[in-house]
């Protein structure tokens, strides 16, 4: 079992920034791969940023150049640095863990909201 806790939405104007961070607790040791999601009102759930245990990132097109992934394998922590902040980042955004049995595992949420 992998449990996982988001922090660090908030509310912000267009061109800020935040960071949400990703607590990771139980079998960490059994995670291949972490990513952030994000799903707005009315959307489907998407993908923000991947990495890999080998600490490859892939993001999504929207995001380059904005959003860098990171980890903290000391702090258990998964981090989504978020700059240059648009309204359309408004979302609730997951962290998803995936295991090396390919079972996934997600957080609660956060919600992050941008006004212009």
């Known amino acids: 079992q992998v449990q996982l806790v988001e922090s660090g939405g908030d509310s912000v104007q267009a061109g800020g920034s935040l960071r949400l961070s990703c607590a990771v607790s139980?079998?960490?040791?059994?995670?291949?791969?972490m990513g952030w999601y994000r799903q707005a009102p009315g959307k489907q759930r998407e993908l923000v940023a991947g990495?890999?245990?080998?600490?490859?990132?892939n993001y999504a097109d929207s995001v380059k150049g904005r959003f860098t992934i990171s980890r903290d394998n000391a702090k258990n922590t998964l981090y989504l640095q978020m700059n240059s902040l648009k309204p359309e980042d408004t979302a609730v955004y997951y962290c998803r863990a995936s295991t090396t049995t390919w079972t996934d595992y997600w957080g609660q949420g956060t919600q992050v909201t941008v006004s212009s």
């Open positions: 990495i890999s245990s080998g600490g490859s990132t």
């Open positions: 139980g079998n960490k040791f059994s995670i291949k791969v």
